[in-house]
């Protein structure tokens, strides 16, 4: 698909870029070499595991807090390199939305917010289960207690029922 509107556009397909790119950067690649590697997989295999027999929220908030402890440090240093990337040659400044600067510094943003939200999850979880909100009006609650019963049957009538 891209390459059909490439071509009916006369513009570069994201492969083109990419192969002009790393022709273009040999030199640079010789002087400042990078790992040939990408970096290893975390093996997630035993919070998965771990999840499927959690069984109670603090079971759960073990296993994401976990995981979390485990990815921070190296999402942390994402977050930065990113936020430095956004910078880089003070490209970012006065850098319009949707700019590289701007798309580099929200990629850095939403990582965080992703890790921050998952906090958040587990928050929420473990207060509803250990520390859920009173109830504000006791009476409110009575009354719903009540509608929620039915009322005693009411005495026969003496002598019997009448027809």
């Known amino acids: 698909m891209e390459?059909?509107?490439?071509?009916?556009?006369?513009s570069a397909t994201t492969d083109d870029l990419r192969r002009w790119a790393r022709r273009d950067a040999e030199a640079f690649r010789s002087q400042s070499p990078l790992p040939?590697?990408?970096f290893p997989t975390p093996d997630l295999s035993p919070y998965r595991q771990a999840l499927d027999t959690a069984d109670s929220p603090a079971e759960f908030?073990?296993?994401?807090?976990?995981?979390?402890?485990?990815?921070?440090?190296?999402?942390?240093?994402?977050?930065?390199?990113?936020?430095?990337?956004?910078?880089?040659?003070?490209?970012?400044?006065g850098?319009?939305?949707?700019?590289?600067?701007?798309l580099l510094r929200d990629a850095a943003s939403r990582i965080a917010s992703a890790l921050a939200m998952a906090?958040?999850?587990?928050?929420?979880?473990?207060?509803?289960?250990?520390?859920?909100?009173?109830?504000?009006?006791?009476?409110?609650?009575?009354?719903?207690?009540a509608r929620g019963t039915l009322?005693?049957?009411?005495?026969?009538?003496?002598?019997g029922p009448s027809r």
């Open 36 to 38: 040939a590697a990408t």
């Open 95 to 102: 850098a319009e939305t949707g700019s590289p600067p701007k």
């Open 61 to 93: 908030s073990t296993v994401l807090n976990a995981l979390l402890d485990a990815v921070e440090p190296f999402l942390a240093e994402v977050i930065d390199h990113l936020a430095l990337s956004a910078r880089w040659k003070n490209q970012n400044r």
């Open 119 to 145: 906090a958040e999850a587990d928050l929420k979880i473990l207060r509803a289960h250990y520390d859920p909100p009173p109830d504000p009006d006791p009476l409110t609650q009575r009354a719903r207690t």
């Open 151 to 159: 009322p005693p049957p009411p005495p026969a009538a003496p002598g």
């Open 3 to 10: 390459q059909i509107r490439a071509h009916q556009t006369g």
